[in-house]
C-alpha cells in the first residue's frame, strides 16, 4: 500500500493546492459579518467623502484629486480587513486549524493574499467609479480631460490594492491586531501629520516623498505636476518597495515561526 | 442557658474605590507589553521632537528686531510730526479715519495724537488714536490698550499730561469730553516729545491654490488727515519736525501742512511683536506618536479583558460597574499623564541647542523658561493630552468591546481630520479642526496673544484655536462624552 509522502503535500507545486487555499480563504473571509461591514462601509463612505471634497472643491483646483479624496476612507476599511484577515485567525486560534490543512505556509500567505487583493480590487474599483460619477455631477467644473483621468483612477485602485497588501505583510509579520493597526496607522498618518506640524518646505518634501500614503496617492494628481514633492509613478513605485518588504518580512517570519 | 451569638473574627474585606484603583493599576503594571508601548510612547516622542528640532531653521528676520520698555521685542515704527512738550502740558486733534491707498485700510491701522518719552523707537508713549475696524482707542507702553468704542468717524482727541500721567479723552465737537484712559510713564524727562502720528501694520492675507496655503503680507502706505491742531506747553505745530521713527520703511513718509491742520502718510505699527514660540512648539510636535501608542494602551486595557474573559472577574468583583470603568479611565490616565510629562520635561530643554544652531536665537526667538506661564501650560498642555487621549480610547474599547474597530476610530478621529483639510477650503478647514479632537493640540501654543494685533492662525500650522484652552476644551468635551456613552452601555449590557 502506498501512501504519499508527507514532503508532497507540503510542496505548493501540488495542483489544486492554492485554489483550494483560495477556496478556504474566500470561504473564510466571506463568513464574517465584520467582512460585509467593511466591504460596504468602505464603498459607501469612499463615495460620501469624496462627494463632500466634490461638493467644497474650488475651480482651478485640481479637481480629480478632489473628486477621488475617498480613498482615504476607503483604504482604512481595506487595511482592517486585511489586518483581521491573518490576526482573527491568530486571536481565535484557528491558525492552527489553517496550518494543519495547509501546511505550506506560502500557500497560505499567498492564497490570502491573492483573496484580500481581489475584494480591494473590487471595493476601490466600485468606489473610485462611484466618486467620479457623484464627482460628475457636483464638480463646479466640466471634467478637466481624459488621460488624466484615466491615470489618476486606475492609480488609486492599483493604490488601494498595494496598501491592502502592506497591511496583510504587517499583520503577518505582528500577529496581533492592536500591533497591526497601530503600525499600520502611523505608517500611513504619521509622515502627513508631521509634514504639517513641521514648517520647514525641504523637510515637508521629505516627508511626503517617503510615507507610503503621500507617495503613493501622488498617483491622483492630475494639474501642477512639477510641483509636486514626488511624481506619480516614483510614488507609487516608493509604495510598491513599503509593500514588497512588508510581505517579505511577514513571509520570513511566517515560516520561521511556529505559528 | 443563652450562648453569645456567633460573631466572625476576621475582619471584613475592604472593597472600597481604593481597592479598586489598586486592581487596575495590578492589572496595568503586570502585562509587560504595556509597560514597553509606555516607554516606547516616551522614547519615540522625545526622538520625534528631537528631529523635528533638527530639521527646522529659522527664517532670518527682515528687520532688526526692537526692544520695548519692559525688555520685549516690539514693532515700533512709524511716521511722527512731533515737537517737545513740558511737564504740563496739552495736545488737542481732530483726527479722521486713516485710509489706504487703492486697497481697503487694514482694521488697525493707527492715527493719532501721541506723547513719547523720547524720539527714538521703543521709547515709552501713551497715544491717543482713531482706527478703521476698532474705533477709538488709547494705548501706551504696546501691550496697554482700551476701547472708546463710538464707529468709525473723525474724532477729538486730547491727550493731557501732568507730570509723568497722560490721561486720554475723545469727544464729538472738541467742547466736551469723554475720559478714556490714562497711564504713567516712569521713564518720563521733563521734555518730553508730542505730536501726531500714523501707523499701519501690514495685512495678512491667506489664499490656497492647489493645495498649498499662500501668507501673503501687504504692505499698506496710509494716508491720516488732522486739522484743528492745538498744542499747550509747547511750541505750536508749525514748528514741528517730521521722523520716520523705527526700522527704514520702504518710501519715506511725510508730513504735509495743509490749510487748516496737516496730512500724514506712513508705513509700520506700534504694537507688540508676537515672538514665535517654536522653540516651545516644535519639540512637542512628537506628541502625536505617544498619543497613537498610548490610544493603543487604552483601548486594550479594556479590550483585552473582553477577549480573554477577565471581565466576567472584573465585574464579580466589582458590581458596580461605573466605579470599573472610572478606576481604569483614572489609572491609565495618570500613568498616560505622568509618561507625557515625563517626554515634555526631557524634549524640550534637549531641543534648544539644536534649535539655537538652526537659527532660533533671542531676542526674537528667546530662550523658553518653565517659568514662564505659556511654556508651562504648553507643557502641562501635551500631557493632558495624552491623558485624554488615552480615556477617550478607554471608553471606545469599553462602547465597542472590539480592539480593531476602537483603535482605528480613535486614531482616524485623531489623525485623519488633520491630514484630509488640506483638501478642503481654508474656511471648512478652519472649522472641521476646530471640532476634532486634534484641536487639543492647540494648547501647545506658547505665543502671547495681544487683542490689539492682528496674528494668522492657520489649519496648515497645525493651529486650529487662537485661545489655547478652548482646543482642550473641545478634547474634554469628546472624552467625556464617550465616558458617558460608556458608563451607560457597561451598565446596560450582559458583560
Known sequence: MSHRSSAADRSPGQPGMVSRALHAEWTKLRTLRSTVLLVSGAVILTVLLSASAAGSAEPHTDLTKMSLTGVHVGQLCLVVLAILSVTGEYGTGTIKTTLLAVPSRVTVLLAKALTVTMIAVVVGTAGIAGSLAVGGFLLPEPWPGETGTVRAAAGTVLYLALVTLLGLGIATAVRDTVTAITLMLTLLYAFPFVAQLVGDPDWQRRLHSAGPMTAGLAIQATKDLDHLPIGPWPGLGVLIAYTVSALLLGTVLFRARDA | ?495
Open chain 2, 1 to 495: 442557658m443563652t450562648t453569645a451569638p456567633y460573631r466572625s473574627s476576621v475582619t471584613s474585606a475592604d472593597d472600597g474605590f481604593g481597592r479598586l484603583l489598586l486592581a487596575e493599576w495590578t492589572k496595568l503594571r503586570s502585562v509587560l507589553r504595556w509597560t514597553l508601548a509606555l516607554l516606547a510612547a516616551v522614547v519615540l516622542t522625545v526622538l520625534l521632537g528631537l528631529s523635528a528640532a533638527a530639521g527646522i531653521s529659522a527664517d532670518e528676520p527682515e528687520v532688526p528686531s526692537t526692544v520695548g520698555p519692559d525688555g520685549k521685542p516690539v514693532r515700533d515704527g512709524f511716521q511722527f510730526l512731533h515737537g517737545p512738550l513740558s511737564a504740563n502740558g496739552e495736545l488737542i486733534a481732530r483726527v479722521e479715519v486713516p485710509r489706504s491707498v487703492g486697497q481697503s485700510a487694514s482694521p488697525w491701522s493707527k492715527a493719532g495724537i501721541m506723547v513719547k518719552a523720547q524720539a527714538r523707537a521703543g521709547s515709552e508713549y501713551a497715544a491717543m488714536m482713531v482706527t478703521p475696524g476698532h474705533g477709538v482707542r488709547f494705548q501706551s507702553n504696546f501691550t496697554h490698550d482700551v476701547g472708546a468704542g463710538g464707529g468709525s468717524g473723525p474724532r477729538w482727541l486730547r491727550l493731557t499730561r501732568s507730570g509723568a500721567t497722560i490721561t486720554g479723552y475723545v469727544s464729538a465737537d472738541g467742547r466736551s469730553w469723554n475720559r478714556v484712559g490714562s497711564t504713567d510713564l516712569q521713564g518720563l524727562q521733563a521734555t518730553a516729545e508730542a505730536g501726531l502720528f500714523v501707523a499701519a501694520p501690514d495685512h495678512i492675507v491667506q489664499t490656497r491654490a492647489f493645495g498649498s496655503t499662500s501668507r501673503i503680507e501687504v504692505v499698506a502706505r496710509t494716508t491720516a488727515t488732522f486739522t484743528d491742531v492745538t498744542v499747550r506747553g509747547g511750541p505750536p505745530a508749525a514748528q514741528w519736525r517730521s521722523d520716520d521713527l523705527g526700522p527704514r520703511p520702504p518710501e519715506p513718509g511725510t508730513a504735509r501742512p495743509t490749510a487748516n491742520g496737516f496730512t500724514l502718510t506712513g508705513f509700520g505699527d506700534i504694537a507688540p511683536h508676537p515672538q514665535g514660540d517654536e522653540r516651545v512648539r516644535v519639540p512637542l510636535t512628537g506628541a502625536i506618536i505617544g498619543l497613537i501608542l498610548v490610544a493603543a494602551l487604552g483601548v486594550q486595557s479594556v479590550t483585552s479583558e473582553y477577549r480573554r474573559g477577565m471581565i466576567r472577574t472584573t465585574f464579580t468583583a466589582s458590581p458596580r460597574r461605573g466605579r470599573v470603568l472610572a478606576a481604569k479611565a483614572i489609572v491609565v490616565g495618570a500613568v498616560t499623564f505622568v509618561a507625557g510629562l515625563v517626554a515634555s520635561l526631557i524634549v524640550v530643554p534637549a531641543a534648544q541647542p539644536l534649535l539655537s544652531r538652526n537659527g532660533y536665537r533671542p531676542p526674537v526667538f528667546p530662550a523658553p523658561e518653565l517659568t514662564d506661564p505659556a511654556v508651562l501650560r504648553a507643557v502641562l498642555g501635551t500631557a493632558l493630552v495624552l491623558a485624554l487621549a488615552a480615556v477617550l480610547s478607554v471608553a471606545a474599547g469599553a462602547i465597542t468591546r472590539h480592539s480593531a474597530s476602537a483603535i482605528t476610530a480613535v486614531i482616524v478621529l485623531f489623525v485623519l481630520p488633520t491630514v484630509v483639510v488640506g483638501a478642503l477650503p481654508l474656511t471648512a478647514a478652519e472649522w472641521v479642526l476646530r471640532l476634532t479632537p486634534a484641536a487639543g493640540f492647540s494648547i501647545q501654543q506658547a505665543v502671547d496673544r495681544y487683542d490689539h494685533v492682528e496674528t494668522s492662525c492657520l489649519p496648515d500650522d497645525g493651529c486650529s484655536f487662537e485661545q489655547p484652552w478652548a482646543g482642550l476644551g473641545v478634547l474634554v468635551a469628546y472624552t467625556a462624552v464617550g465616558l458617558a456613552l460608556a458608563y451607560r452601555l457597561i451598565r446596560r449590557r450582559d458583560v
